[in-house]
T-cell receptor, first 111, second 115 residues
């Protein structure tokens, strides 16, 4: 079983639609990160959230960390084809100083 | 500023062979992390090197090993390749081990295919 469960696994939407991707766990984390990965490339860090209830915005992307620091969501407003990619959440594990990744959500935005 | 660079970009090996992958971190970064991204399995933590020492390793067999050089570049070695080793191998770096909580900078990866 994955420490971080992401949903949905795959999302195909039309340009201009809104969407939300979820990252859930039964564990509490000190920080959580979101990455976007395009085919043939490594993941690129989008945001880090550290405080329960924290909300961060990056243009049309809104990231929220759950109050209990066990879950997070990524909301995209008016999706564009350039948003297409694999979205990964990652939690920082203090023991071993490593990031643990969810399996990811594949987003496809059709024009 | 150059990012994390990995070589080669693609590699095809036969089962049972050995392979070495290379990673150069961002200048000033002392920590290097290796991850395996197999199809459908997400990123799995392999190894963490900091200041030339192996600091942590993931749940992988001993035939996965590596090292970090004095210039902080790193190698990942995989012996006795198996078909299931086919994956994208990603290297990431950070200023120091304690910076992991702030996120990594990843390279573009090495795509290894074992036939």
């Amino acid at each position: 079983t994955q420490l971080l469960e992401q949903s949905p696994q795959f999302l195909s939407i039309q340009e201009g639609e809104n969407l939300t991707v979820y990252c859930n766990s039964s564990s509490v984390f000190s920080s959580l990160q979101w990455y976007r990965q395009e085919p043939g490339e490594g993941p690129v860090l989008l945001v880090t959230v550290v405080t329960g209830g924290e909300v961060k915005k990056l243009k049309r992307l809104t990231f929220q960390f759950g109050d209990a620091r066990k879950d997070s969501s990524l909301h995209i407003t008016a999706a564009q084809p350039g948003d297409t990619g694999l979205y990964l959440c990652a939690a920082y594990m203090e023991y071993g100083n490593k990031l643990v990744f969810g399996a990811g959500t594949i987003l496809r935005v059709k024009s | 500023e150059a990012g994390v660079t990995q070589s080669p970009t693609h590699l095809i090996k036969t089962r049972g062979q050995q392979v070495t992958l290379r990673c150069s971190p961002i200048s000033g970064h002392t920590s290097v992390y290796w991850y395996q991204q197999a199809l459908g399995l997400g990123l799995q933590f392999l190894l963490w090197y900091d200041e030339g020492e192996e600091r942590n390793r993931g749940n992988f067999p001993p035939r996965f090993s590596g090292r970090q050089f004095p210039n902080y570049s790193s190698e990942l070695n995989v012996n006795a390749l198996e078909l299931e080793d086919s994956a994208l191998y990603l290297c990431a770096s950070s200023y120091s081990g304690t910076e992991s909580r702030s996120g990594y900078t990843f390279g573009s990866g090495t795509r290894l295919t074992v036939v």
